[in-house]
């Protein structure tokens, strides 16, 4: 299935990095959270990309247009004519990336509405943000997707703690300190959604509409939007610290999204 990424928000809630680049150009380990998401979608075997692009999108499309020439050794003539020669390969040949422009001030539904003319005749898709990792079964939300016949299912996840939770003993010490605690209660919206085409009947001409709004509440009504919910890690990257929560996790090894 091809896998749409929302990429057009100014993340405004992470001004210290998203006032210069989107905020899917955010590095994780020196490569943008995107392509951490792109990499975890590609190594279950989705490798069709389309890319709805707003907030400062050419610079999602300079990491693209130039991912040969940053990717390995290059050899190139100053004479004229003479193509670059590229002498490495990497992991992502095999992608394919659509660079959709779907406005720099437009709400999510009018995004997605956008790209319908980009999935060619596929009954379904997938559908994500582009500021969230985690460690979801891509396969399990397309599974229960086509067993409930949904127009929309969410990858359900626990909201991650906003605050370290301490775990204490009988008397007054803290035996355990858990930075970054999984809730444990309901399930919220965590991306990673699977779509049928009948989804664009529910998203309505409006570039303010957000697909979390009225589409969804519409899907609810008419008993067409399921959940397939997920224990496991999952991940945003809202904040400074939760930016420097993915690093770490990255850098120490312990990225539970790696699985490439």
């Not at 009954?123 to 397309?142: C, K, M, N, P, R």
């Amino acid at each position: 299935m091809k896998v749409v990424i929302l990429c057009g928000g100014k993340g405004t809630r992470l001004r210290e990095e998203t006032e210069y680049r989107p905020k899917p150009m955010v590095p994780i380990g020196g490569r943008p959270i995107l392509w951490h998401i792109m990499k975890y979608y590609a190594s279950q075997g989705h490798r069709e990309f389309i890319l709805c692009l707003g907030y400062k999108g050419e610079m999602i499309k300079d990491y693209f247009r130039n991912y040969l020439w940053n990717a390995g050794d290059v050899t190139l003539s100053l004479g004229k004519g003479a193509p670059p020669v590229f002498h490495d390969k990497h992991g992502e040949e095999d992608w394919t990336v659509t660079l959709a422009e779907t406005g720099e001030e437009s709400m999510t539904a009018w995004r997605v509405r956008q790209i319908e003319k980009h999935l060619g005749g596929d009954e379904h898709f997938l559908l994500t943000y582009g500021d969230g990792v985690g460690s979801i079964d891509i396969a399990s939300t397309i599974k229960t997707h086509l067993e409930q016949q949904a127009v929309c299912t969410l990858t359900g996840v626990h909201p991650p703690g906003r605050f370290g939770e301490l775990r204490i003993d009988q008397g007054a010490r803290v035996v355990a300190f858990n930075e970054k605690p999984q809730a444990e209660g309901g399930y919220i919206n965590g991306g990673y959604m699977v779509c049928s085409r009948e989804l664009f009947r529910y998203l309505p001409d409006d570039p303010a509409m957000m697909l979390e709004r009225a589409p969804m509440d519409d899907m609810i009504r008419d008993g067409k939007l399921a959940v397939c919910a997920h224990d496991g890690f999952w991940q945003p990257m809202d904040t400074y610290q939760e930016f420097q929560l993915l690093n770490r996790l990255w850098h120490e090894g312990n990225a539970p999204w790696k699985i490439w």
